[in-house]
């Protein structure tokens, strides 16, 4: 019996690190790389800027017409309005693109996608709800949620905190 030095026969030895294998619904080669998701996400909030430019005429407008009957608040009324509209126009667009191609308009640029951690296209109760209005809802009551949301990304398996949230992993397209 040899103590010392180990016996390559021994079948209750452990397993040599090399020879473990990585159990898991999507092989590391497959995640989505963390600058890539960044910006992704990046290009997906510049898609609400353009939104802005509506508010900021509307207060112009407000500003510059020289009708003295209407109430200021009144004036700027159609850009805050056409604020509100284009803002819904986009949400609605990546919702959509989300829930049927699995991509929004960031992802779709730099060649990513969402797909549920059992593999295969996720519900859109997972990508729209658990994956977005939730964590939204969550961040805008307590602003910490967003940053520890986004520091999720540097654990092992590069998911979010919504990832985790919604059961969803983002993989290279």
Not at 12 to 30: C, N
Not at 57 to 72: I, K, M, V, Y
Request: charged content about 15%; hydrophobic content about 50%.
């Amino acid at each position: 019996m040899n103590v010392v030095g180990g016996d390559d026969s021994n079948p209750y030895r452990a397993p040599e690190t090399s020879s473990v294998v990585r159990s898991g619904p999507r092989s590391r080669q497959r995640l989505a790389g963390r600058f890539e998701r960044l910006l992704a996400s990046l290009l997906d909030s510049l898609l609400y800027v353009p939104s802005f430019l509506w508010l900021a005429l509307g207060n112009a407008a407000a500003f510059l017409t020289d009708d003295e009957t209407a109430l200021p608040d009144a004036r700027g009324a159609i850009g805050v309005s056409l604020f509100v509209l284009s803002m819904l126009f986009v949400l609605a667009l990546q919702a959509f693109l989300l829930c049927t191609r699995g991509w929004t308009v960031g992802k779709r640029v730099f060649k990513l996608r969402v797909e549920s951690v059992h593999g295969g296209p996720a519900s859109a109760v997972q990508l729209v709800v658990l994956r977005t209005l939730l964590p939204a809802g969550i961040g805008w009551c307590c602003g910490l949620f967003s940053l520890i949301d986004a520091l999720f990304i540097f654990g092992e398996e590069r998911r979010c905190l919504h990832d985790l949230l919604a059961g969803t992993v983002v993989v290279n397209a």
